[in-house]
């Protein structure tokens, strides 16, 4: 019934930043036959709608991580139109928003904002790869990267501060680490990967630029291109491990 001989990919938190990026390389990839990508509210994902007018292989869907029904619902139209997905990257995050920033004292933690980190940047990510396995699990293969942090490396934590993000960049880490290991039973075609994609341009990092020096800081369409041909070169032994741009493996 499916006649695939291109590839499929999914990029989940494709509204702006990093996520977009990645939609907008794959879509002038010759591999990918249909680029999937999520948004959570159309006001913000001006940019990625306009993209589906100009491209048809693009297909939009709306999904909230922090309510799995959404993730079900996207998962399900995606499997109305394919039986296979080759790629996705989840490059759900958030560091700071309005009154919610990153915490510099023991004195800022709120249980709140705790939550609020985990669900968006670690549950989310474990959720989808429970409702994707699948679509992943065919005769080729194929990549799950979640985009993290080396700020939730607890071998690299030297500075402190930033409590929530960094421990839920930790937990991301062990969930898909831990995933990585049953999806090798029950996928053994399927590479689970974390990636750090370096201090980026976008919304997230913008109010931490400062101290950056400029060849520190990548642009978008760099940032993506990098994460690429990672992804491009992960090998089944590569599953459940935890790579810096460059190809480097980073400590846990
Ligand atoms: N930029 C950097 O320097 C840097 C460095 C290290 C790691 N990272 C990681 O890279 C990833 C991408 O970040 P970015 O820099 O591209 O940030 P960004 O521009 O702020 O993008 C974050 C994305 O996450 C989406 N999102 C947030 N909460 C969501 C939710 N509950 N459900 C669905 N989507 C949600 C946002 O959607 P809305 O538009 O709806 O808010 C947006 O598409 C994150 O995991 C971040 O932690 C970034």
Aim: net charge neutral; charged share 20%; with cysteine.
């Amino acid at each position: 019934m499916f006649t695939e001989t291109r590839q499929n990919a999914l990029v989940v938190g494709s509204s702006q930043g990093i996520g977009l990026g990645f939609v907008q390389q794959l879509l002038v990839d010759d591999r990918f036959e249909t680029v999937y990508g999520t948004y959570r509210r159309p006001e913000s994902a001006q940019g990625l709608l306009a993209l589906a007018e100009r491209f048809p292989q693009l297909v939009c869907l709306p999904v909230d991580v922090t309510e799995e029904r959404t993730i079900a619902d996207a998962i399900a139209a995606i499997q109305a139109r394919t039986a296979r997905l080759h790629r996705v990257v989840y490059c759900v995050g958030v560091l700071h928003n309005g009154d919610f920033q990153p915490e510099k004292s023991l004195r800022q933690i709120t249980s709140e904002n705790l939550v609020r980190s985990f669900q968006t940047n670690a549950v989310g990510a474990v959720l989808l790869t429970k409702h994707l396995l699948p679509l992943l699990k065919h005769d080729q293969p194929s990549v799950f990267a979640a985009i993290s942090a080396k700020v939730g490396s607890i071998g690299d934590n030297r500075l402190g501060g930033w409590y929530g993000y960094r421990a839920s960049k930790a937990a991301l880490n062990m969930l898909i680490k831990t995933a990585s290991l049953e999806y090798a039973r029950r996928s053994p075609n399927t590479i689970l990967a974390l990636l750090h994609p370096g201090t980026t341009d976008t919304r997230l990092s913008e109010p931490f630029q400062r101290g950056v020096p400029p060849e520190k800081l990548f642009s978008v369409e760099r940032t993506v291109a990098q994460l690429m041909v990672v992804m491009d070169g992960l090998s089944p032994a590569d599953s459940g491990e935890f790579f810096s741009w460059d190809g480097a493996r980073l400590p846990w």
